[in-house]
């Protein structure tokens, strides 16, 4: 099974760009999965989905981040990253790098997240 | 989006008794494209359901999904001192993904 870890600044300012790095072992980002994703949690709260990259370099996000989330996968380095543009204090949060796999049933496909990293705290603040 | 509620808020019962956690949507979700997540403090949720009522690799046969459409129930057949923390149910049917609000199972 892989493992995910994610890296990046634990203090973000206000206005600025916070940007994660998801490093995948133990399988390769090109052939374990087509699903590769970021889901949040604040403090004491529940998750939020962020969005997702596929394998093949497209992507889906959640609309309620209004445009600021760019997810994008890096095959040679077997990572895939988020940026989040114009942050505020509502985005400190636990960020968790997700991977999943396809379920089908009825002639439909979709992806449940089945594995999950350890989550990294990021606080937005001046 | 698809909303999920889940009831109750939190779960007050004894090691040994059975739980019955609810989940019900404000759409259809089909071809029951739902699973069930337990997170324990300080780290990330585990995968315990998927398509309604498949049990994920590894977890014990106590726990148990059920429902299709837009109602859905996780059981805990007899309560284990670990399962006292928090589930959230989560439909991968529609883009944006959503989660349930949460219940924390506590002992009573």
Request: neutral net charge.
């Amino acid at each position: 099974q892989v493992h995910l870890q994610a890296s990046g600044p634990g203090l973000v300012k206000p206005s600025q760009t916070l940007s994660l790095t998801c490093t995948v072992s133990g399988g390769s980002i090109n052939t374990y999965s087509n699903y590769w994703g970021w889901i949040r949690q604040p403090a004491g709260q529940g998750l939020e989905w962020i969005g997702r990259v596929y394998g093949s370099g497209g992507t889906d996000y959640n609309p309620s981040l209004k445009g600021r989330v760019t997810i994008s996968i890096d095959t040679s380095n077997n990572q895939f990253s988020l940026n989040l543009k114009s942050v505020t204090a509502s985005d400190t949060a636990v960020y968790y790098c997700t991977t999943g796999s396809p379920d089908y049933r009825d002639d439909e496909e979709a992806y449940y997240v089945n594995v999950w990293g350890t989550g990294t705290t990021v606080t937005v603040s001046s | 989006e698809i909303v999920l509620t889940q009831s109750p808020g939190t779960l007050s019962l004894s090691p040994g008794e059975r739980a019955t956690l609810s989940c019900r949507a404000s759409q259809t979700i089909s071809s029951d494209f739902l699973a069930w997540l337990q997170q324990k403090p300080g780290q990330a949720p585990r995968l315990l359901i998927y398509g309604a009522s498949n049990r994920a690799a590894g977890i014990p046969d106590r726990f148990s999904g059920s429902g299709s459409g837009t109602d859905f129930t996780l059981t805990i057949s007899r309560l284990e001192p670990e399962d006292f923390v928090v589930y959230f149910c989560q439909q991968y049917d529609r883009s944006p993904v959503t989660f349930g609000g949460g219940t924390k199972v506590e002992i009573k």
